[in-house]
């Protein structure tokens, strides 16, 4: 008996051939075409589907129901040969891809969105590497989230600790003067940083500090002569003799040292006398 079972499991699948009839297991895109109901994109995801235990099991193919299944049945032509699937792809051991790492400290720390001039040539964004090792940013972007949502690939490096300024010219990135927001991602796509911002002044940019995302306005070099000095720019501009180049005593000074003068020559006369 075990000797006629092996005899009718080799001669089954070239009977079977030699009947036209069609192994699901093992058919070609063309063959599973000819079954009821199969067309060329059923057939595609039969394939998908393989191995089959028996003509049953295409009930689990998307698109075949009871319906397709019973014409498929009532053909005669399928059988599933499931000894014989040459479709079955060989045991191989699974190859585990070490996890890539990438740096953790890199934000952003300033926006220029509404600079002095042209928003095209002055407009900039500031990252920074805040690791103790130079951070490799291949593969990392910059998202615009508001209008287009421009992406700008940003294929660089930063030192340890360092900046990194990007104007609009480069990044293509407009900044939104009445309010905007960028993501930062890294090569999976996921997001290390983000910053939003509302509508912005003339020449402020956000800046990151210890306490939290703020507007920083730059002062002036003038308004920082005038905190240094003890005088107003005004008064200093009349001690200052601009033909000479060199500085005058102030009147009051001057008088000062006049009648000191005067009383020394004064006692002078009077002790001689």
Not at 217 to 246: H, N, R, T, V
Request: charged content about 25%; hydrophobic content about 40%; overall charge negative.
């Amino acid at each position: 008996m075990r000797i006629l079972g092996i005899v009718f499991l080799v001669s089954f699948p070239l009977c079977a051939f030699s009947l036209g009839l069609i192994d699901i297991n093992n058919a070609t895109l063309e063959e599973l075409d000819e079954l009821a109901g199969i067309g060329p994109a059923l057939a595609e995801r039969i394939i998908q589907n393989r191995p089959f235990s028996s003509v049953e099991d295409l009930i689990k193919v998307k698109g075949i129901g009871e319906k397709s299944l019973l014409k498929i049945k009532e053909q005669g032509l399928a059988f599933a040969n499931a000894e014989n699937n040459s479709q079955e792809a060989p045991i191989q051991n699974e190859i585990i891809e070490p996890h890539a790492s990438y740096p953790d400290k890199i934000f952003f720390v300033e926006v220029m969105p509404s600079p002095e001039g042209k928003d095209a040539e002055g407009e900039y964004i500031v990252i920074k590497n805040g690791g103790d090792s130079l951070a490799d940013l291949s593969g990392w972007q910059i998202r615009d989230k508001e209008g287009s949502s421009k992406v700008f690939a940003l294929n660089k490096s930063i030192s340890a600790l360092k900046t990194l300024t990007l104007f609009r010219k480069e990044t293509g990135i407009t900044l939104n003067n009445s309010g905007d927001g960028l993501e930062l991602l890294d090569p999976n796509g996921n997001i290390v940083d983000s910053v939003e911002f509302g509508k912005s002044a003339k020449g402020v940019p956000y800046i990151k500090t210890a306490s939290g995302w703020e507007w920083k306005e730059i002062k002036k070099k003038e308004e920082y002569q005038e905190k240094a000095s003890p005088f107003p720019l005004s008064q200093k501009a009349e001690i200052i003799d601009i033909s000479s180049g060199k500085s005058k005593p102030p009147a009051i000074l001057a008088g000062f040292i006049v009648a000191i003068v005067s009383g020394g020559i004064f006692l002078y006369l009077k002790n001689k006398l």
